[in-house]
């Protein structure tokens, strides 16, 4: 875990607001709302994660005041298993979740035994092993209402071979895999443009991330006016220009948002 303490605005007797994040996009586009917080005397600072185990459990904890890193399925699943009631606030960006390789160029070029590397965790194993079935890769059916896992997998033609590591360890395996499940994010701190992809899942609203607080500070107002800058026009117009296509706004800043998940 990596803490910014980077300030490009005077702090003196502002209020300071905790947000935990993951470097990119998520720490960027909360940096970018940092003038226009210090203008109404807030003190945004960003918490930076290196992976995805810790920021819900610090939130939780009441050691942030809020999260932005993950999608509903995530944190739905993150409840669950936790026995918490961590709330969504509003989302804000989508990313890509693609299937890279530095052996082959397309799909077709799989070879018979090829090794998969997958997330582990359960919400993006069943995420990735189902992108796969729909590929025809992998014949994969869960039972009605329950997440994917390997045991689901009924028809493997390619006799393909998965490892599940830990999310935050795939980019480091993409040289020794035939093929390496990976986020918009971790693409982009590698410099790996996500149209390199063999496949790539694009714009699905399903998988928009997230600001996420608890239900002591969904009434915090200065956690809403971050709802507010990370759903409006400025945020909009960083997003696009920044990241050019690869990330998506996922958000609409002519809806009222406040109070609306």
Known sequence: MLTSSVRSVSTKGQRPLRVGATPVPHAEILENTRAELAAVGIDLQVIVFDSFDEPNDWLAAGRLHANYFQYLPFLREFNRRSRNALIPVVPVHIEPFGLYSSRVIELSGLP??????LPADPVNADRSLMMLDRLGLIDCRPDAGQLATATDIRA???????????????????DDFDAVILFGNQAMERNVHTDTALHCDRGDPTYAEYLVTTAHDRANPDVGVLADLLTGATTRQFIELTYAGQVTPAFSELRSRRGKP
């Open 112 to 117: 018979e035994y090829a090794e998969l590397a």
């Open 156 to 174: 493997n033609p390619g006799r393909l071979v998965f490892k599940e590591l830990t999310s935050w360890t795939l980019p480091s395996a993409l």
